[in-house]
């Protein structure tokens, strides 16, 4: 049986209900991944409700070639009973998707209510040791998505490393590590360990060699524990990529592909991105075996609510204009972004001179110090954080008003990544582009390459310099003045 020939329909977590899933054109076989929390089921058994739970599912069991059960362990013989009379003849049963019942009562003590778009599509495959890449946007749930699979493949006698993933900066090395932790909340025999640069190395050495089956990595300070000897990754059968473009655009691309070739033990390499660059395409050439590729688009009522603006101003002004915003709107927690370290520590000490609660984020700080700010930041104790692009990557902060962009992102990708830290968990969040004259065309290509042309609205002062003005847009549908030949 040939990869191509998988196709894949995902049931939610909850109730058994049919959420969207993947069908792909010519495919031979239609598998079906379904997931029930143990919550569910036990309420259902108790109740006598399970028929209940199982209505509407009769039609999709029918046209399932392969089922992956992803119930809890235990409870698979009673689903079996009651889908067995739905199933086509020659169907095939497996648990290779039957996540362990520690996971699943570590998923409800998270709080998920039913997976998304891309865990729908992404477990199944994974459990079933096949390699990815999936093209999603931030926010999507892709930790959980790779997360599952991974711990569900770890063998917990087994103290040294059995997965690596690997993340673009300390913050979502960070966020990964805890997430992966929480999902093995309940199976304390599984260790994840976090090593990123501008940490101790020592106490990361101690860490390590107290035995993880988990390591969560920035590409370069995991390169630094290998040369010093300090990690075995001699047996690491699983690789996770996240967010592979960015980490790959940011000089990491012959450090991680050094790191895969000497994870002689790998059979299995995942790629986690929100767009597809070249280099991803590289590293899924060389080292990737007949990859499932999945691509999630954002959902309409899931996209953040973010109203763009865009100001034209000077280099004399500029610092002024900024500071108006923030005043003359109310905007009580504002990220501002810089293009260099140097302007962004610069920004940081005039917006402190002007008497705002501010402090910055770049690439210099210690990891401890970073911590700090970012604390500061969540707690309400800064009203400002002015962050450079990479140092910003990874960081989630729900409640941000407003999102200036200070300089003209360099690259396209980091418009959308910078206004996307507001309007976060379906709160509405503004963004602001700065922009001095020489700059207009490049502004305009960004905006057109970002398919943000439309949704970008110029705005000006007002008289007395006090308030922002909406100004009307130009209509575009005789943008050629075709009908003055007429």
Sequence with gaps: MSDSTFGFIGLGLIGGSIARGLRRANKDITIMAYMLTRSKLEQAKKEGT???????????????DIIFLCTPVEYNAMYLEKVRPFLKPGAIITDIGSTKTDIHKAVERMGFAEMT???????????????VIAKAPTGTGKTCAFGIPVVEHIQPENKYPQAVIMAPTRELAQ???????????????????????????????????EGCQIVVATPGRLMDHYKHHSIDISHVTQIVLDEADEMLNMGFYKDVRHIIEMM??????????????????????????NAEEITVQPREESQPKITQYMLETSGRNKLSDLAQIIIGENYKRVMVFCDTKFNTATLA?????????????????SQKERNQIMQNFRDGKLAILVATDVAARGIDVSDV????????????????????????????????????????????ELLRLTRNTDLCTPVHFDFNHEHIVVEKKQDNADRFQIKCYF
């Design 264 to 289: 002689k033990a790998r059979k299995a390499l995942s790629m986690f991105s929100a767009t597809i660059s070249r280099e991803v395409m590289d590293i899924g050439w060389l080292y990737q075996h």
């Design 117 to 131: 778009e891309i865990q729908e599509k992404t477990i199944p495959l994974m459990l079933a040791g096949h390699d």
């Design 175 to 209: 966020q990964i590590a805890e997430e992966l932790t929480n999902l093995t909340y309940f199976m304390p025999e599984v260790q994840v360990a976090c090593v990123y640069g501008g940490a101790n190395m020592e106490k990361q050495a101690k860490r390590l060699a």
């Design 401 to 444: 008003d407003a999102v200036i962009n200070y300089d003209v992102p360099s690259e396209n990708e980091h418009y959308t990544h910078r206004i996307g830290r507001t309007g976060r968990a379906k709160k509405e969040g503004v963004s602001y582009l700065f922009y001095v004259p020489e700059e207009k065309k490049r502004v305009q």
């Design 50 to 64: 399970i028929d209940i739970i199982l209505d509407g599912i009769d039609e999709t069991l029918s046209a399932c």
């Design 349 to 365: 000490n005039q917006l402190a001179r002007l008497g705002f609660s501010v402090d910055c984020l770049h690439g210099d700080l």
